[in-house]
């Protein structure tokens, strides 16, 4: 079972970074592919970042490249989303997924993931 919960949102200064973290609280997130999205108020969810079951392959937004890192760490069963030169458009709630089992390649479609956490709010004030 994926249960996906994040952290580390919070309101920060444009220019700033933060590090959102998502855990499975369930089974185990080895091998599985994982993403972050955002949504910000009136807009689509979008994607922002994806990491392979291995760590080896990633894949960003145009809009974050060079500035987001996604990262995972296995032993800890916990996925990172590094976020550097915050600007205000950036704010949004970001929202951690995780694919199937088997589907261990990045996505940058909503349609390609199957689990989802609630979201945690990231606010970059001007």
């Known amino acids: 079972q994926v249960q996906l919960v994040e952290s580390g949102g919070a309101l920060v200064q444009a220019g700033g970074s933060l590090r959102l973290s998502c855990a499975n609280s369930?089974?185990?997130?080895?091998?599985?592919?994982m993403g972050w999205f955002r949504q910000a108020p009136g807009k689509e969810r979008e994607f922002v970042a994806a990491?392979?079951?291995?760590?080896?392959?990633?894949a960003y937004a145009d809009s974050v490249k060079g500035r987001f890192t996604i990262s995972r760490d296995d032993a800890k069963n916990t996925v990172y989303l590094q976020m550097n030169t915050l600007k205000p458009e950036d704010t949004a709630v970001y929202y951690c997924?995780?694919?199937?089992?088997?589907?261990?390649?990045?996505?940058?479609?909503?349609?390609?993931?199957?689990?989802w956490g609630q979201g945690t709010q990231v606010t970059v004030s001007s």
């Open positions: 997924a995780a694919r199937k089992y088997y589907l261990r390649t990045t996505s940058d479609s909503i349609d390609g993931y199957n689990y």
């Open positions: 369930g089974r185990t997130i080895n091998n599985y592919a």
């Open positions: 990491i392979n079951w291995s760590g080896g392959d990633t």
